[in-house]
């Protein structure tokens, strides 16, 4: 005879474990420019049937009620939590937060674009503008030799003045991304998203536009993790998690108090 | 030897189901909008000849404990907390209609409004579905506002309405995929008074507590069994002893 009920606390502590897990990361991320916490998410397993209601019980009765033994718990997945960080100045121009939906786009060394909230940007060796791992902003923005004075406006507008001029120069436009469902959205680390089937396809623009948020420069988003947040969601998982155990040590205590009688 | 062993055997089973009832409801502390189960032991009276006095234990799962869980804010636009009694309309695997408290909604690649399991939630016009916006919300009346990509933020425009039911008089069972159906078949009426709060999510109503405690008690009636059982044996020994043949 296998204790079912050995299993199904297991399947607890599993779910709990994991959780744990997420909670970790977030607060390990507390100061990651423009993180987004992840929430777990849990579904049940499905239910036995032992007795069906209204089975025959004998020729002439049925059974009024069913005996349903439910499996368990599992953790099927995160969801990413998309709202806006607090604005922390700065006051480096190529620092960008970005006010509302959307993305920056980079180039990843794949080839690939990734997608990022995280606007803590500088200058290459080269003068492009690339994000902390160097990869370059798309599209991509050159600020030449001893240009000063470098502005970000709200519609991602670059402009710097160029040394021998005395007016500013615009240097190029950024372009950010929405998604018609951001949740989507697969992590990679280093702060960078790319696209799946199931965010949709990229709309790139012109920021503030179409739901794009606009860009503040002089600013960085921060993480949206709440620490008092996950402190008691912590302490939550642990609590659960001692009542699954607790159930094991009852289910197995059971099973040996059977054995030592019998 | 006495059949008293048989009895308590089914006891056994039955303490034995209500560990297992236990435990899931307890491995459930967490799952969003879960019912806690509720099994109860039943008496099988068998019909002797001139007494009744065999009664076997049969464990069912009675029904769910409908009490609300505790309700938290979460500040995500698309979780909704349901207030009263009234049950969310999802459609189950085989297509038909099921209910569930669990409001943590989502959109999937389809477009499809689900909960947080994968169930497609129906509106009055069956299931949901999203077109591309770029904001969604839940109004309290269950009506899915949505403001199109590039449509204008302080005119949302309404996609359908949350079918939203309550279940006051008709009787309702968790079913095998843990969701509620009509017992005997049937759709719930629809209850244009149901309202939800969006941005607050409702948790598990298991209560570690109660649940505790009857994790002890069906413990502690196993082993009252089990003294039973082995209690039988030493009679059923000790009357082999009377018929043995003095050596």
Excluded: C
């Excluded at chain 1, 902003?137 to 600020?143: A, D, H, L, R, T």
């Excluded at chain 1, 008092?228 to 998690?241: C, G, H, P, S």
């Excluded at chain 2, 799952?31 to 009276?45: K, N, Y």
Aim: charge should be negative; charged fraction near 20%.
């Amino acid at each position: 005879m296998t204790n079912q009920a050995l299993q199904v606390a297991r399947s607890g502590l599993d779910a709990q474990n994991r959780r744990m897990q997420v909670i970790a990361n977030n607060l390990a991320n507390v100061n990651t420019t423009a993180f987004k916490r992840d929430r777990a998410s849990f579904e049940t397993l499905a239910y036995q049937q032992m007795v069906a209601a209204g089975a025959a019980s004998s020729a002439d009765n049925k059974y009024a009620t069913g005996l349903n033994l439910g499996t368990g718990v599992e953790m099927t997945g995160t969801e990413r939590i998309d709202t806006q960080g607090t604005m922390n100045t700065t006051g480096n121009a190529l620092d960008m937060a970005i006010d509302g939906g959307g993305y920056f786009q980079v180039q990843m060394p794949d080839g690939r674009t990734g997608y990022t909230r995280a606007g803590n940007f500088s200058l290459s060796a080269e003068g492009t503008i690339v994000t902390g791992e160097g990869m370059p902003v798309q599209p991509q923005i050159q600020v030449p030799q001893g240009a000063t004075s470098l502005t970000v406006g709200a519609d991602g507008t670059v402009s710097a003045v160029v040394a021998g001029q005395s007016a500013p120069t615009e240097l190029g436009k950024i372009q950010t991304a929405r998604f018609v469902n951001p949740a989507g959205l697969q992590a990679l680390g280093n702060n960078l998203l790319v696209e799946t089937a199931a965010s949709g396809a990229p709309q790139a623009g012109a920021p503030g536009e179409d739901g794009r948020g606009s860009i503040h420069s002089g600013a960085l988003e921060a993480s949206n993790v709440n620490v008092v947040e996950e402190l008691v969601d912590m302490i939550e998982t642990q609590r659960a998690y001692e009542v699954n155990s607790k159930m094991i040590q009852a289910s197995d205590e059971m099973m040996k108090n059977a054995n030592q009688q019998f | 030897m006495d059949r008293l062993i048989y009895t308590s055997l089914s006891a056994m089973r039955g303490a034995m189901a209500r560990q297992q009832a236990t435990a899931n409801n307890l491995a459930n502390a967490s799952t969003p909008g879960f019912r806690a189960d509720v099994a109860e032991a039943q008496a099988r009276w068998l019909e002797g000849q001139s007494v009744q006095d065999r009664a076997m234990a049969a464990e069912s799962v009675i029904n769910a404990d409908m009490k609300p869980g505790s309700v938290t804010s979460t500040g995500r636009d698309l979780d909704v907390a349901l207030s009263g009694d009234s049950l969310l309309s999802v459609q189950s695997a085989e297509g038909e209609e099921a209910y569930t408290r669990r409001g943590d909604l989502q959109i999937a690649a389809s477009g499809l409004l689900t909960t947080g399991d994968g169930r497609p939630v129906l509106g009055d016009g069956g299931p949901i579905t999203i077109p591309a916006a770029d904001k969604v919300s839940i109004s309290q009346d269950g009506k899915v506002m949505i403001v199109p990509s590039g449509g204008d933020p302080s005119q949302p425009q309404e996609v359908d309405r949350l079918k939203l039911v309550s279940p006051t008089g008709s009787a309702i069972a968790k079913g095998l995929d843990g969701l509620f159906r009509v017992q005997g078949g049937g759709a719930l009426p629809a209850d244009p008074d149901a309202r939800v709060a969006s941005g607050q999510l409702e948790a598990s109503n298991v209560s570690a507590t109660q649940a505790l405690v009857d994790m002890i008690d069906a413990g502690r009636a196993w082993d009252m069994q089990l003294k039973l059982v082995t209690s039988a044996r030493d009679l059923d020994g000790a009357s082999a002893d009377l018929m043995r043949l003095p050596e």
